[in-house]
């Protein structure tokens, strides 16, 4: 007698497999969601590490909003520079509640946050990669790229030997002549504006943007060499890439969300393919000029020098982040610096006496307002130095950073459990007074007399470039820049900040104002 196979069993088959597979995912969903967040916030616990309660997806992300939220409204008399109840109002609440080092939650993702400067220290000290950049997500990786700032190990020390010898003081001293051209530029157009107003001279500037352009003009020039309209194009689908990465940053993701094709995922790989293409072509360009001159900036990373040690993707990558970090970060610097000279003029005196100091402006070689300022001559402008570092330390580009611990770690006695970010509060630690002294909210550059490591009561308390070996290798490039451009201005006009100015920084992925900074220039004679 035949035996006849049951149609049903396959059907089983797949129904257990099914079943099978969803009690596994469903499983893990519980341990990752519920069990862990429990079992992390206790060992915390038991350590005396609090903080606000972890609710299931969203963690700690839905109070962190609504503080924000709340805050974005907020105007700040313009003599206060205490940014933080804007840029970081939800750190602010919970540290006065929980103390300098508390546990939040970004989702399901313990976040410790370190407000001890010599915890702060062991981490960005950290040689062995136990405190490791966190995974940036596609908007962050489309603007600046996987370079220098997120990648790790043996791949982070290849790229910093290509990419070093672009930023010797050599080098940069070099690209001086370039950055006062630039700048020259700016300042011309500026001259006949308020020339042209005729009276006292006077025009208004919203010197923001202005420095923007300025900043991309630099880079686009020192980098990309004559490709300056190539240069241009990547700045401005970055802006967009910037706006899109903003809007992202602090929103709920889930695994695959980057593959939907949203409106805002179509534009993010359309303006990424864009920028990929611009810079190729500028990278074969300058490759093929390398191989006839040996000379320039390009040679180092753009020429070819780099492109023996490195792939394509690698060398297009390292120049997303120089081109963003570049202009962005040293116009934000100079947009903040021209706000606090502009509200405190004795300051802006005193910098414009320096700059027009006889053996500087010998130093330039021509012994008179005209002359180009080079490396030499800026070298001696200690004021100058000293208004950068206190203005950093107000208005540095970076308001919070991460990192994630890749293992089990002890960081001042305190037992973090791998997966960890601990999230350091550089807006936060910049005032605080047992650190900076009891005026630490105030303008003061000459806390910085005796150098920057002399500052406060811990060495490398400034934090606006990161500290350890891992400290952003572009600081004297923007600190030359930034020089260069303050002391033609100086040289050139008086300035105030224009009574429509509204005091609103924003933390757009760079401290920046929510509403321009509107500048009065008044040309002197």
Known sequence: MAIVASPMGPVVAVAVAVALV???????????????????????????????????????DGEANAMRAAARGDVLDRRCHDIVPRVLPHYRAWMSRYGKVLVSWSGATPALCVGDYAMVKQILSDRTGLYGKPEPGPSILALIGNGLIFIGGDDWARHRRVVHPAFTMDKLKMMAKTMAECA?????????????????????????????????????????????????????????????????????????????????????????????????????????????????????????????????????DECKTFFFAGHDTTSHLLTWAMFLLGTHPDWQQRLREEVLREEVLRECGGGDTEALPNGDALSKLKLMTMVLYETLRLYGPVSLMARTATADAELGGVRVPKGTMTMIPVAILHRDADVWGVDAGEFDPLRFRDGVNKAATHAGALLAFSLGQRSCIGQDFAMLEAKTTLAMILRRFAFEVSPEYVHAPLDFLTLQPQCGLPIVLKLLD
Do not use: C
Not at 31 to 58: D, K, M
Not at 187 to 194: S, Y
């Open 184 to 316: 020259r530029e700016v300042i011309r157009a500026w001259e006949a504006r308020a020339s042209a107003a005729g009276g006292e001279r006077r025009v208004q500037v919203e010197v923001g943007q202005q420095f923007q352009e300025l900043t991309a003009d630099v880079i686009s020039h020192t980098a990309f060499g004559s490709s300056y309209r190539e240069g241009k194009e990547v700045f401005v689908a970055q802006r967009e890439l910037q706006s899109i990465a903003f809007s992202t940053i602090n929103s709920i993701r889930f695994p695959g969300h980057q593959y939907i094709p949203t409106k805002t995922n179509l534009r993010r790989r359309h303006l990424a393919k864009k920028v990929r293409g611009t810079l190729m072509a500028i990278i074969r360009e300058r490759q093929i000029a390398a191989a006839k001159e040996d000379r320039g900036y390009g040679n180092d990373l753009l020429g070819g020098g780099g492109a023996r040690s490195m792939t394509m993707d690698e060398i297009v």
């Open 22 to 60: 969803l009690l596994t995912w469903l499983w893990t969903a519980l341990v990752q969601l519920v069990w862990r967040p429990y079992a992390v916030a206790r060992a915390f616990g038991r350590q005396g590490i609090r903080g606000p309660a972890y609710r299931l997806f969203v963690g700690s």
